[in-house]
Each structure stands twice: as structure tokens, then as C-alpha cells.
């Protein structure tokens, strides 16, 4: 019995050995190798597309392949599905993946011609720095700047002092005195990103090929400019700027050019400067018109100013006064066009604020993606001068200036025909001098600009005690109404921010140079009078019929009648 037994659990045992090696030997067989080739799955995107090297659907394990997104035109790259940022990556197969490129609407590409090559040098680096503080990365916005350094007043950044351009790119560092942008080569104006460069800023044409290159490499829907620096309003020779005026955005006092100051773009190491009718013949020859032009300098709110570009932008910001060195902050500039103008909010405005308004205060689903970015610009410059009287900023629907001019020419003839002798016309300059709004340097021998509603308001309320035998008097009993249309021209071409907290529309416009002491002088530049046969002449000197003087004297004109007439 005992041995049957044994028998018995020996076949047991050899039955749960048997049954355990069989589990074990097919655990064994189900042990997969190691895999040695993954999938990369590209999706196409809308707005661009992508280059991969080398090109194919299956990498070994470990293989390297690098990816360049490519957006289409009119579009910018955002970022991969995944996150990341860069533009071109490299990627390290090991494991199956599925990528695509997400691209933006490209909406505005600006360009910021910086120039800084003489005391705003500091200024400039600030200003890049607010730029790159400004988070504009995914707004579909790009920001090129072009800037010129001078030799002496910063020393930051490696103290280049040559001509850059730059990609502005977002620096979660901000106002750190670093720049971090992406500095890119332009083969039209002979920039490299490697090699240094000096360009004229004021020479037209690199104003003209920067805007070009910006066109054909940054394609968007819409173009801005904003000119950077020192500027001297309409502009003639013969102005000389003293030290007392190097805290504001006027002419640094060099030896080659004081006596020759003119314009925008002021060059101190070509000793040279740009006219507003070469700014204009360098926009005007563009492919694509501009939305926006910005002036980030003094005396560029002026109606000569804003007659030359008419037919170059959509709208215009500028400010009549001197602008504070600071200039435009540029990171709540940028921020609010981000806001307003991004991908986001691109089919919405800022809104009009209106004449007295702070700008971009209200959304509005009719305001034009040109007149927003103006109303941001108005917006930043109020927020940052809130508090200093003396700054003011406007902007300019430059659709409306023809009617503008044809109301101010009709005021202008009324003044005319009231200024029938010497009297009359010392009354009008005394007037001019003691009660309207005017801009000038203090101390200095320099130019003298007036606000155009203060003149028209002033001359027209005090018009019965400044002429006294008017020599047409059908003429000059419309003078009242003709105030009346001037201002309803002025506030639908113009709205402005001032921080007096002035209710009108501020323009201004040019009046005389001043002697030293302050008083007016008769010593006009050749460039403010008509058929004087100057060749920087601006377009408003040829086209006005009854402002600025004229090589004829005789000529009636309001300037002629006040300094040449000989009654």
C-alpha cells in the first residue's frame, strides 16, 4: 500500500514540476526585444510648414533629426505643439512622436528707426530695453529696429558704435540695460549680423530699404513707422540750438551742423539730417502703404508735417511741444498695441478718444487697426506725462487734412484783409507774442512754433481791437464763421491728450525764428518761402496760398503782411 502511495505522489510532483516549467518556458518566449526604430508623425499647420533633416517617417533609435518651421506669407511662428519655442530645433528620436508648427496672422510689423548716434545714445538702449519688456511674442506683432550709436555716452552693451538692426525679442528681464534681440542681417542696406556697419540714418535711402526689407521679409497686414531721436519740426537752416535745450529731444550743438539743423534723423558723424520731404520721398515710393507713422521727437505735431505725409499713412502721432528726452515708453506702448491688436484682438479697437481724450480707453468694434495703434501711442503717452502741463501728444487722421488746410487758408484770408497797415499788423504780432501758444527754446536763438487753435481763437476774439480799417469787409465778417468751420475741421482730423488737461485739439504750425532775447526776427529760411527756389522746400511752403511769406513781399500772405509789407 505504501508503495502505491509513493507512486501516486510522485506522479503528483512530476505533474506540478512539469506544469510550472511549461508557465515558465512560455513567460520566457512572450519577452519582446528591444524596439530600434520609432515614427515621426509631422502634421501640416495652417499658415506654414516644415523642413526636416533628414526627411523621412522612421528614425532608429536615438537618431537626431532637425526640424525648421516655415511660415507662410503674412504669418509668424509661435511655437511647436509641444511647447517649445525655437524656431529650429533639434530633435533625439526615441520614442513615437507627432509634431506640428503653430503659426499667427502677422498684423503690424513696425519698424523703429533709432537716430541715436549723437547725445540720445542712452535713451536709444532704454528704449530697446522697454521694447523687449513688452511681451509681444505671440500677439502677432513684430518690432524691427534699425539704430545708429554714437561714440561717448553709453558704454553698455560691448559700447558698439556702429548700425544694427534688430528683431526685437521679448526679455522676461526687462529694463536690465541688456539687449537680447536677434540681431539680423539686411543685405539692401549692407547690414550683416556679424560684421560691423556704418550707415548715414539720414541718408532717404536707408530709411527707404529698411522699410523695403520690412515689406518683403515681416509681410503683414499692416506697416508702422515711428521716427526716433531729435527733430526741429518743418524745417529750415540757419537754427542754433544752445545747451539749455540738451534735456529735451532737440539738436545736440555741433560744430558742422549748428548753423544747419534741419528735420528729422539728425546724424552727428555724417554731420548730416533728413527733411520732412525726403522722410516723405523715401514712404512715399513703399509698395505697401503705411498704417501708422509715429513721431518720437520734438515739434512733430505740426501742420506742415502732417500735410507732407497726407497721402504716405492712415494716421499719425506726434506731439507740437518738446518731448521730454525720455520720449514714448515703449513697453506700455507695445503692451496695449499687444492687447489691442494681437491675434486676439485684432478684429477690435481701442477706440477714439477724441479731442482732450486719453485714447485707447474703449474697445470699438468700427475703429481701423491703423487708428488703434494710434490711440495706443496716445494712450502710453498720457499714462507716462500725467502730471507735467507742458506735454501734449495727437493724433492725426490723415484722410481728414485736406479739409483741415482748405478751413485754416480761409481763417488766413480773413486775417488778411484786417491787416491794412503797420498799426494793424504790430497788433497782430503783439497779440501773436503775448497771448497765443507758443513753442520755443528759451535763451536760445531758435524757432518759434504756435498752436493753431489758440491763434485762430485768439486773433478771431480779439478782432475788433487788432483791425481797424479792413480792406474787405465781406471777407472779414466771415472771419467768425470761418473759426467756427476751422475748429470742426481741426477736431475731426486731430484728438490730443495734453497735461494741462486742455480740451482742444492741438496742432501746431510755424511762426518765426527768434533772436537770443526771445523777439521775433525777419530772417526767414529760404526753405519757409514760397518760390525761393530752396530745393528742401516742404510741401506745405509750396502749397500754402495765405500763411507762410513769400520772395515776393508784395504777396499778400499773413507772415508777408506782418514782417515785409510796406503799407
Known amino acids: 500500500m505504501k508503495s502505491y502511495f509513493k507512486i501516486f505522489l510522485a506522479v503528483i510532483i512530476s505533474a506540478f514540476i512539469f506544469v510550472s516549467c511549461d508557465q515558465i518556458l512560455w513567460r520566457e518566449i512572450t519577452i519582446e526585444p528591444p524596439q530600434n526604430s520609432f515614427e515621426l508623425v509631422l502634421r501640416d499647420a495652417e499658415g506654414g510648414t516644415f523642413e526636416s533633416n533628414p526627411s523621412k517617417s522612421v528614425y532608429s533609435a536615438g537618431e537626431t533629426v532637425s526640424l525648421k518651421a516655415i511660415p507662410n506669407e503674412g504669418f509668424m511662428f ?81 559700447n558698439w558704435t556702429d548700425t544694427r538692426l534688430y528683431e526685437i525679442k521679448h526679455d522676461d528681464d526687462g529694463l536690465n540695460g541688456n539687449i537680447i534681440s536677434e540681431r539680423i542681417s539686411c543685405n539692401t542696406l549692407g547690414l550683416s549680423a556679424e560684421d560691423d556697419s556704418e550707415l548715414n540714418m539720414a541718408d532717404p535711402n536707408v530709411l527707404h530699404n529698411v522699410l523695403r526689407f520690412a515689406q518683403k521679409q515681416y509681410p503683414a497686414s ?49 554731420a548730416s539730417y533728413m527733411t520732412i520731404s525726403q522722410v516723405h520721398q523715401a514712404i512715399s515710393k513703399l509698395p505697401e502703404k ?26 499719425m502721432v506726434g506731439s507740437e511741444n518738446i518731448v521730454p528726452s525720455n520720449g514714448w515708453n515703449y513697453q506700455i506702448f507695445l503692451d496695449s498695441a499687444a492687447t489691442q491688436l494681437g491675434v486676439a484682438g485684432a478684429t477690435g479697437g481701442a477706440g477714439s478718444g477724441g479731442p482732450g481724450g486719453t485714447g485707447a480707453s474703449s474697445a470699438s468694434a468700427t475703429t481701423t487697426p491703423a487708428e488703434t495703434l494710434a490711440d495706443c501711442a496716445v494712450s502710453a503717452f498720457s499714462e507716462q506725462y500725467t502730471g507735467m502741463a507742458s506735454a501734449s501728444i495727437s493724433k492725426i487722421n490723415l484722410s481728414k487734412v485736406d ?29 501773436v507774442m503775448s497771448d497765443v501758444l507758443a513753442f ?16 485762430v481763437n485768439q486773433i478771431n476774439n480779439s478782432r475788433d481791437s487788432l483791425f481797424s480799417e479792413p480792406d474787405d469787409i465781406e471777407v472779414f465778417s466771415h472771419m467768425d464763421s470761418r473759426r467756427s468751420s476751422f475748429v470742426t475741421a481741426l477736431n475731426k482730423a486731430v484728438s490730443s491728450w495734453s497735461g494741462n488737461g486742455a480740451k482742444n485739439a492741438k496742432l501746431g504750425i510755424y511762426f518765426s525764428p527768434l533772436t537770443s532775447t526771445g523777439a521775433p526776427s525777419y530772417n526767414f529760411s529760404p526753405a519757409y518761402i514760397k518760390n525761393s527756389g530752396d530745393l528742401t522746400q516742404s510741401a506745405f511752403v509750396a502749397d500754402s496760398q495765405n500763411w507762410v511769406p513769400e520772395r515776393n513781399t508784395t504777396t499778400a500772405t499773413v507772415l508777408n503782411k506782418i514782417f515785409f509789407t510796406d503799407f
Request: charged letters at 20%; a negative charge.
Open 222 to 270: 499692416e506697416y508702422g513707422l515711428v521716427i526716433w531721436g531729435h527733430g526741429t519740426g518743418w524745417r529750415g537752416g540757419g537754427t542754433v540750438f544752445t545747451d539749455g535745450a540738451l534735456s529735451e529731444r532737440a539738436p545736440s550743438v555741433n560744430s558742422s551742423t549748428q548753423n544747419d539743423i534741419k528735420a528729422v534723423a539728425i546724424d552727428d558723424y555724417s
Open 440 to 455: 520755443s527754446y528759451p535763451g536760445s536763438a531758435c524757432d518759434m512754433y504756435i498752436d493753431l487753435y489758440s491763434f
Open 403 to 431: 479739409g483741415l488746410k482748405s478751413a485754416f487758408e480761409r481763417f488766413c484770408a480773413s486775417v488778411i484783409s484786417g491787416i491794412t497797415s503797420s498799426s494793424a499788423a504790430r497788433n497782430v504780432l503783439n497779440c
Open 290 to 315: 503705411l498704417g501708422f507713422i509715429g513721431f518720437d521727437t520734438c515739434y512733430g505735431a505740426l501742420l506742415e508735417t502732417v500735410w507732407e505725409f497726407r497721402n504716405d499713412a492712415k494716421f
Open 78 to 158: 509661435k511655437c511647436w505643439s509641444d511647447g517649445i519655442l525655437e524656431q529650429e530645433r533639434t530633435l533625439v528620436i526615441n520614442s513615437d512622436m507627432e509634431l506640428s508648427a503653430v503659426f499667427v496672422k502677422r498684423t503690424w510689423t513696425i519698424v523703429m528707426y533709432m537716430a541715436a548716434d549723437n547725445d540720445l545714445e542712452s535713451a536709444a538702449i532704454l528704449d530697446i530695453n522697454e521694447m523687449e519688456a513688452a511681451d509681444i511674442e505671440d500677439s502677432g506683432i513684430t518690432v524691427l529696429a534699425l539704430v545708429d550709436r554714437a561714440e561717448g555716452y553709453d558704454g553698455t552693451n560691448g
